[in-house]
């Protein structure tokens, strides 16, 4: 089993969203919509094929965003299972290794990536930690 | 939000799993690649970028804050991603009717899984699992799995050929670039637009065409 095959890497990562909601009215959204929703309003509404943020990013071929809600029960006699916090979901395939590609993917698209996570718990733990990345490899 | 991105589908499916039976799972596609022929089917389709299986046990859903819930579900859950040319239906139907066994290998220990075999249960189940993508990306969204197999079929051919012609005569030359074209005929082509598949690909295209945009 491998994140890797060939020159091909496969990324993929759940990232819970903070339950709550909007206390304003605010990016198209109305007051007191979940930040779930707020976050695929956003993500449906990002720019097609070209316009895309991810467009930007080198050595990507395919990737792909969903908010997770909820899983599917099944029926009987499965067991009800329920999820205490949405997630956003993102894959992304590309080519090389993981880590060039995370910050290639935050110096195309750093104002965009901040907005599709802007909602995810432990959102500024990890821009501090791109951003010290970021610093490193300007130093180096 | 759109499953399609020029010719490439998005699919996601997720589906729960006995967390005493998860096990067998991560065996199975742990070995899988190992034994001999065992994806051949897979390769012969030629409809998928990529594909791949994450299974994810419940403590390890993501928990970044103590203020985050703790999750406490009953089940391990396997995700499911692929991105593939064609409509749903043909894809579907052709993993049910040219890898059954291999379906139904990686799906057997999930909570009622029904078998690929036959369509319509399998069908209903994967589309009861399926969750819509919001956004999809797709590099080169003209070009179909077989497309990127040509054109890597074309550099590696040009490649040899550029050091077999160093020394040749122009008229050995011409003979033998004929003959490279001759072998290549069914990997030369323009990229464009695939044939309606699907009304979701029909609608994709008309909200496109709308919009003043570029097919892709």
Redesign the interface.
Known sequence: ?SNQNGN?Y?L?T???I??GSLSVAAEGCPAEASFSAVT?YH??N?G??DQ?P??RVPN?????????DD??Y??TP????T???S?L?F?S?FHGKLEPWLQGMWNAATESVRKIWEHC??LT?FMMQMGSLNTSKNAS | MSNIAGKAYAMNVITPIRWYTAWINKLIFLVTPWIPNALNGLLTLSLIHYARWVIVRPNQFPRLSPDQPKEDLKYTYMFFFSNFNGSWAQYVDSFSSAIPTGLDAFWKWNVKYPKSIPMEPFHAYITFNQFSTDHYYNAYPMAASNDVKSAKRVRDSLLSFDLRAQDLSPEDFFSQYNRLLLELQHDLSQMDQSPVVSLSAAAVAERREKAGLAAY
């Open positions: 089993m091909a496969g993929t759940l990232c819970p903070r339950n695929r993500l449906q990002l097609a094929a895309s991810m467009a990507t071929y395919l990737c792909r965003f969903y908010v997770l899983v599917m099944q029926g499965a067991r009800y299972d999820l205490k916090s997630y979901v894959t395939d718990v432990g733990a």
